[in-house]
C-alpha cells in the first residue's frame, strides 16, 4: 500500500524529528538513517572511526562533511535503500552535504524535504527531560513519554540514559551551529520547490498525522 518514499526531515534539536522519523519509516516501510545514530553506535563499539567521532559528538560540534557524506552515501547505495527508498535524519546538515546528496541521489529525486518547526522556547525543556535507549536509539520523556519501566527501552530491553550530549553547554553549542549551518537549507530546498514546513507542537500522533498527509500529497503531485 505505501511503496516507499525519499524523504529528508530537517528540524532543530528536539523538534522531534527522531521520534517522527521512526514513525514514518515504519509507515512507509523505508529505512530510517539517522547520522547521529550511526555516530552513536560507532562511538560504542569502540571503534577508531567512534573514538574520533566522540570528540565532536561530545561537543556539540559537526563531523566534517567528507566523512559523513561519505557515510551516507554508502549507506544509501544498499539495497533497500535503493529499492525502497530512505527517511534521512539529521543529513544534510550544511550546504555542502546537501548538494552533495543531490548529486548522488540523481536521477531520481526526493519526495520532500520536511522541516519540522518549532519554537527554541520550547526545544530546551524537550531536551532537558530526553532520555534514549543506549541498545536502539528509542526516543523517550521523563516528562510525559518513560519507558513503561523506569531506566529500561520499552523496544529491545536495553538501558535508557540521558545521551552525553544533552549537557546544557552542548545543547547551546547544537543550536547555534543549527542556526548557521543548518537552518539555510530551509530557503536551499524552498528554492528547489522540495521544501514543506510542518508544525512540531501538539502530541506526536497528530504531528504523525500531519507528516503522512503531507508525503502522500507530494507523492501523488509527483506520480500524476
Ligand atoms: P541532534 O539533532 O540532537 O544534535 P543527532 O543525533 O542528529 O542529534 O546528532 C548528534 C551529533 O552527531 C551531532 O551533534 C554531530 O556531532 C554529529 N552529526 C550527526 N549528523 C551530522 C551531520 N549530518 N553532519 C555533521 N555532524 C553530524
Ligand atoms: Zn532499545
Redesign the pocket.
Known sequence: MNPGARIVILG???AG??TQAVRLSRHYVVPHV????I??ASVRSGSEFGQK?KK??D???????E??IGM?RERLSQSDAMHRGFIL??????VG?AEALMGFLEPEPLDVVINLEIATGEVLGR?ASRRVCSDCGANYSVADNPPRVSGICDVCGGDVVQ?D??TES?IRR?LE??ERETAPLIEWFEKRSLLATIAGAGAPDEVTDRLVAEVDGRRQLRRS
Request: charged share 30%; no cysteine.
Open positions: 532543530k534539536q528536539g524529528k527522531g539517522a547520522t547521529g545514530d555516530f552513536r567521532a565532536y559528538l561537543a556539540g560540534e559537526l563531523v566534517p562533511d566523512v559523513v551516507v535524519d539529521g543529513f544534510p546538515r550544511t552535504q531536551l545521551r550530549d544533552d552542548a547544537r551551529l543549527y
